[in-house]
């Protein structure tokens, strides 16, 4: 390793430690990303209504076309774990506080301007937000492996991670990949409610709580919304149960702060103006009312009583289709439960 090279690494991890992030990796330009299992998975439709992901595979398997002359990947990493707020309803523990992409952008941009200004080259930053195999490229930079629920596995701090990228063209020293250690473990396997995880590394986001509270735009199938249970927003299943948690220690980060929240009963009355103000800075607020008060409505459903019918018959009557079908389904699970 060059002098260069290594001033430029404790740099970046100087003052990426500074900016809060608690772990650094790089990896090398161009890597291996699994094109094979990415493109069977699209073909085969796991990704469901996420047409982004079909989009700019090229770029998204070929991270080197994102910039001219790119040698190496920064990657970053964040703690986000904290315990659930105690209230009748769960929320995804990511989604707890503030949202995560604009802030850690602005702190990623910043230490691009270091690097430039300090080092010279060019450097382009993503938080979730270009077309990069976030989790793979973490792999290839050795922060952690890809376990069996294809979440990203830290061995000090577990699964509560959110990922940052600086794809630059200086010329960086890389880390190793670290050995896959889930062994013969499955637990996130077997604790997945709707059998979301096929197989070892295999995901269905059809079958995903997370994938249909957020991403999917509709009526949410049947057969799975009691499997839902009381998961308003996401699902930490397959990350909770993870044994490599053992050490994950509470998020320094105040901008993770659980936001207070009502009753289901108030979320499902509140109107279009309520909601945007209430969600300000929340990433709950990208789904929108309609999916949030969808979402609602079955948590009501599997864990309702008959004092939240009054709300539900309400809501049985709003001019949105969508919303008035899952009332009336939650309506008849929870008589269904009173008459037992």
Not at 125 to 147: F, H, M, N, R, S
Not at 186 to 196: E, K, M, Q
Request: with cysteine; proline share 6%.
């Amino acid at each position: 390793m060059s002098n260069q090279a290594a001033a430029i690494r404790e740099r970046i991890e100087s003052e990426a430690k500074a900016l809060g992030f608690h772990s650094v990796g790089v990896a090398a330009v161009p890597l291996e990303l699994r094109r094979e299992y990415y493109e069977q998975w699209i073909a085969g439709g796991m990704h469901g209504t996420m047409s982004w992901m079909e989009r700019n595979n090229d770029r998204r398997l070929n991270p080197d076309q994102l910039l001219p002359e790119a040698r190496s990947i920064i990657v970053l990493t964040l703690n986000y774990y904290q315990p659930d707020p105690d209230r009748p309803y769960r929320i995804a523990k990511y989604a707890l506080g503030d949202d995560y992409h604009n802030f850690m952008l602005r702190r990623l941009k910043r230490l691009c301007r270091i690097l430039r200004e300090e080092f010279g080259g060019n450097q382009r930053p993503y938080v979730d937000t270009g077309p990069l195999l976030e989790k793979p490229i973490a792999a290839a930079a050795g922060v952690g492996w890809q376990g069996k629920s294809t979440i990203l596995i830290e061995p000090k701090l577990g699964t509560w991670t959110f990922l940052a990228n600086i794809v630059t063209d200086l010329d960086l020293p890389v880390d190793s990949p670290l050995k896959d250690r889930c062994g013969s473990c499955t637990r996130c396997i077997d604790v997945c409610p709707t059998g979301a995880i096929t197989a070892p590394y295999q995901l269905d986001a059809t079958k995903c709580i997370s994938y249909l509270t957020i991403e999917h735009d509709g009526a949410i199938p049947l057969e799975l919304r009691e499997a839902i249970g009381d998961r308003l927003y996401g699902c930490d299943e397959c990350l909770d149960v993870c044994p490599w948690n053992k050490w994950a220690v509470p998020t320094e980060e105040a901008k993770f702060t659980p936001r207070e929240l009502p009753s289901l009963r108030e979320l499902l009355a509140w109107d279009a103006a309520t909601f945007s103000e209430r969600m300000i800075g929340s990433p709950i607020r990208r789904v929108k009312l309609s999916r949030f008060r969808r979402n609602v409505c079955v948590v009501l459903g599997n864990v309702g009583t008959r004092e939240d019918i009054p709300a539900l018959q309400t809501a049985a009557e709003a001019e949105d289709t969508m919303v008035a079908e899952h009332a009336r389904w939650a309506i008849g699970q929870i008589d269904s439960r009173l008459r037992a």
